[in-house]
């Protein structure tokens, strides 16, 4: 469940202003959007998706590791949230976790699309679809492992070169 936080949303900064994980919502709007209180390892420009920092735990941030965020850097990777603000590496901040929000996306993406991420950073394209009436193996499992990250929904077409979507 989100708490209500009374905090600008979009603020990041060098120190440390909530418990790493914090589960908020907006209070002035009380939105369906929700935010998780994450760091960033990484820079994490507006608009980009995130991904845990899996490599973190052995670079001496391994209390924060679990909240440590870094830009999807790969085709298909669970995103943890969108970054509505951009972050320097060390940044405390909100990201959305759950709602609609606007992110970097490959041209070519259309309205009511499934989207996975890409291997530009923080980047999303549309899910590759076998469309063979009777797929073999190798096709099935091509798309399989082309669609094993978290799967999000496009709002809208490409519109210089972002979109936005439904986080669920």
Not at 67 to 91: H, Q, S, W
């Amino acid at each position: 469940m989100a708490v209500p936080v009374k905090a600008d949303l979009t603020t990041v900064g060098s120190t440390k202003a909530f418990p790493l994980g914090t589960i908020a919502t907006n209070l002035s709007t009380m939105s369906t959007k929700h935010y998780m209180y994450v760091r960033a390892d990484d820079i994490i420009s507006v608009n980009w998706c995130c991904k845990l920092d899996l490599a973190a735990a052995g670079s001496g941030l391994a209390a924060d590791a679990p909240f440590l965020m870094t830009p999807t850097t790969n085709v298909n990777e669970i995103v943890e949230g969108v970054a509505e603000t951009a972050f320097t590496a060390g940044d405390y901040g909100f990201i959305i976790i759950r709602g609609h929000t606007t992110v970097r996306c490959a041209a070519g993406v259309a309205a009511g699309e499934q989207v996975v991420t890409t291997a530009n950073d923080g980047e999303i394209d549309t899910i590759i679809v076998v469309t063979t009436t009777n797929p073999t193996k190798t096709e099935l499992d091509a798309q399989h492992t082309a669609n094993v990250g978290l799967i999000l929904i496009a709002l809208t077409a490409v519109v210089s070169s972002k979109c936005e979507v439904l986080i669920r």
